[in-house]
């Protein structure tokens, strides 16, 4: 059971969905409880034969997701995980958490990172996340995707450049923060004026409520029509709706808290001073972690 923690942490990277990974998880005991003890034994790392039949686990999901996902209605973002603490002097995450308590927080689980996985196909993800991120040998590699090991890199180099190829530039995390900061000042003094100039031109907002929650079913394209957009949203927010400044994967967000629970979850990519990308997740069902009071 030691294992879990790290199991949780790689199915998470290869599902993007943490209610998927903890089912994942559950069903790699449930194998491994169905073997005799005898079995169990006679396996030289659980360790290693835990990570390897979740992977295949999540890799079966994966190939199933893509058709299941056609009858999503609306956008389909990875779930956000929650942080339990406000933002201090800019930076998230002051107040120590313990980190076994929740999925690691680090640059494969920021937002931006996992849409970019959404992209690849299941094979390329599993073989990119096993080795780049956990450090797994393309011999292991193949074993998990029924590919060579030749093939295993090469599918871990056409994802490595994906991501090196939507990566912005590296910003600080306190002037990230900031950015998002003014955003949600402009946006509760319904300033269209500030909220245009902290948007790129060309940012983009995607929204995804499951069809279980009011939402926009298309991407916003543009800065002044997501300024727009946002201006009528402030507009019509119920008046015990507040917003709040929490991290989400890692990076600085914003929530929306009604009646003591989170109902919308707003993450952000921030190139040099400007949005240039907002994920609005409303789907209740991708917002069960979240901590409410």
Known sequence: MSERRHL???????????????????????RW????????????????????????????????????R???????????????????????GDTAVDPADRVTLDESVNLAFLVVLESMIPAE??????????????????????????????????????????????????????????????????DIEALIGLLDPDATAIADGGGLATTFLH????????????????????????LLERTVNGQPGLVAQQNGAIVTVFAFDVVGDRITRIWVVRNPEKLRHWPTG
């Open 33 to 68: 409880y169905a073997m005799t003890r005898q079995q169990q034994d006679a396996i030289e790392s659980p360790g290693a034969w835990l990570t390897t039949v979740a992977s295949r686990i999540c890799l079966n999901l994966l190939n199933s997701a893509r058709s299941r």
């Open 70 to 92: 056609e009858t999503y209605v609306g956008e389909w973002i990875p779930e956000p995980l929650p942080e339990r603490t406000e933002w201090t002097s800019g930076r998230p």
């Open 8 to 30: 949780i942490n790689l199915a998470y990277r290869l599902l993007g969905s943490l209610a998927e990974a903890e089912d994942a998880v559950q069903e790699t005991y449930v």
């Open 219 to 242: 991407p916003i394209e543009g800065g002044e029509q997501i300024a727009h957009a946002w201006v009528e949203i402030a507009r019509r927010r119920p008046g015990d709706m507040t």
């Open 125 to 190: 993800r599993v073989a990119f996340i096993l080795h780049d991120v956990f450090c797994h040998s393309f011999a292991e590699v193949a074993e998990i995707v029924g590919r060579t090991p030749a093939a295993c890199r090469q599918l871990a180099s056409s994802a490595r450049r994906r991501v090196r190829a939507s990566q912005p530039p590296a910003i600080r995390t306190a002037r990230r923060a900031d950015v998002v900061r003014e955003f949600k000042q402009a946006w509760e003094a319904k």
